[in-house]
């Protein structure tokens, strides 16, 4: 991603990843399907609430492997393969390190998390059950995440999609088996997640040591590098502890959701399905931003860095406000796929109505973040991205949800959606990038002297 037409290159990285969102959005929306219509709302309700404490406990480290996508992008920039190579063997180990654990713990955790977010009387057993069974499937959902980062880093992101091809084949075949086959409820549901995760992680295993060998990538752990671990915990730690103060945030509105009521609870989990679906782009062009400014970063190609800073949000945006705005015309005939309880699907097309139309201001936003964090600038991100739930969502949710209607609390999304671009517009401003300016005209002044590279 370093020679060629800027946007050619991000958006011919960025389809197969938007594709592999779609899926990755079926994958969790059968789910929430085929419960909707072979179980109940409170069984809607738990799918949905129980994501919150699985998010909490695995960001920290889905943080750190972000950081690892960052860092493999910028050595492959350099073309450093002894580097890559080292970061490889490092990520598997450090993969075992945190995922055993934390499968055994987060069944201790969950249901405590769970009972903190007040979670009603009918959701809580299907929740818990839920819930355990999901954080069973820890090792198989990180490690597939580390190994789909790896491969963005290194410019294959292709193989994101066929992964997802696999565990969302798996996924639906199982949700029907167990859920509509067998009647298993929700423990069915979360069967056939982690089954479905587990497939998709060992697929990734298998293709990235026949496609990269020259990585000796290996199933078990057998080495780690110091140096290394150092770097990718100076990178994705504060990545990941961003993710975690956000979790704990989204923990708190979804106590707020919760306060609301089984059909409220059931009403969000479903219009957020559908605005995910809405919102792929979003993902996948920042990914390629990632990847772009790392491996521009890493070749000391400024003027690629600097042209990519300012087109990759504004597409992404355009793409997100078009998306928006044709899901939210068209929002009651998809949500009634979803489920036909009436009231449920007054409370969704209302959250669709209220954030929808914004969320092209979260493109933007998280386009410019992942952009400046794909160049190690993690710093800056961070205190915006935790300004922007402690400071206004939180607030002004707690403000709706305890002085007016809290049927409308979902209006506090959009409202952190537009401060935190706002905020990260300022990036532009910042020394960090008049540097990048200026060693970009340094280039182009080169350039001009010697003729086209």
């Known amino acids: ?25 079926l994958y969790s929306t059968v789910d929430t399907v085929v419960i ?17 404490p699985v998010e909490l406990l695995l960001c920290v480290f889905l943080g750190i492997g972000t950081g690892v996508s960052i860092l493999v992008s910028q050595f492959a920039g350099s073309g450093s393969t002894e580097k890559l190579k080292d970061i490889a063997a490092t990520a598997v180990s450090f993969l075992y390190l945190c995922a055993v654990p934390l499968s055994v713990a987060g069944q201790f955790i969950g249901p405590l998390i769970l009972k903190i977010m007040q979670v009603p009387e009918d959701t809580w057993a299907p929740a818990v059950s839920y819930i355990s069974i999901v954080f069973w499937g820890t090792l198989g959902n990180m490690g597939y995440n580390m190994n789909a980062g790896i491969l963005r880093g290194l410019g294959d992101s292709r193989a994101s999609l066929l992964f997802l091809v696999v565990s969302c084949l798996v996924n639906i075949v199982l949700d029907l088996v167990f859920v509509a086959g067998f009647h298993m409820d929700v423990a069915g549901a ?21 496609q990269y060998p020259e990585l000796e990538f290996t199933f078990l752990p057998h080495k780690m590098n110091r140096a290394m671990l150092a770097a990718i915990i100076r990178i994705g730690l504060p990545l990941g502890l961003n993710s975690s103060f956000y979790s704990v945030g989204h923990i708190m509105m979804q106590s707020l959701i919760n306060l609301q009521g089984s059909v409220f609870i059931a009403a969000c989990s479903v219009s957020g399905k559908v605005t995910g679906i809405a919102n792929v782009a979003i993902t996948s062009l920042s990914s390629a931003a990632t990847t772009f400014s790392g491996q521009n970063l890493g070749a000391e190609n400024y003027r690629y860095l600097r042209k ?7 597409v992404s945006g355009a793409i997100t406000c078009a998306a928006g705005i044709a899901v939210t015309v068209f929002c009651r005939p998809i949500l009634g796929l979803f489920t036909q309880d009436a009231d449920v699907l007054a409370f969704a097309v209302r959250y669709i109505r209220i954030v929808l139309p914004f969320t092209w201001t979260y493109a933007v936003f998280n386009g410019i973040i992942s952009f400046v964090n794909g160049m190690g600038e993690v710093r800056f991100p961070t205190i915006v991205n935790i300004l922007m739930l402690w400071a206004v969502r939180i607030p002004v949710g707690c403000l709706i949800a305890f002085c ?11 409202v952190s959606f537009v401060f935190g671009m706002l905020c990260m517009l300022s990036f532009f401003g910042t020394k960090r990038w008049k540097e990048i300016g200026r060693l970009a005209r340094t280039q182009q002044e080169q350039a001009g002297q010697t003729g086209p590279a």
């Open 404 to 414: 007016f209607d809290g049927g409308y609390v979902m209006a506090c999304i959009p």
């Open 1 to 25: 991603m370093t020679k060629g037409p800027i946007m050619r290159k991000v958006l011919v990285f960025a389809l197969p990843i938007c594709a592999g969102n779609v899926l990755q959005q």
């Open 36 to 52: 909707g219509n072979f179980c109940g709302a409170a069984s809607l309700a738990a799918v949905g609430t129980s994501s919150q």
């Open 190 to 210: 979360a069967l056939a997640t982690i089954i479905a995760m587990y497939c998709s992680w060992l697929f990734s295993i298998f293709y990235i040591r026949k």
């Open 308 to 314: 990519g800073g300012v087109q990759i949000p504004l």
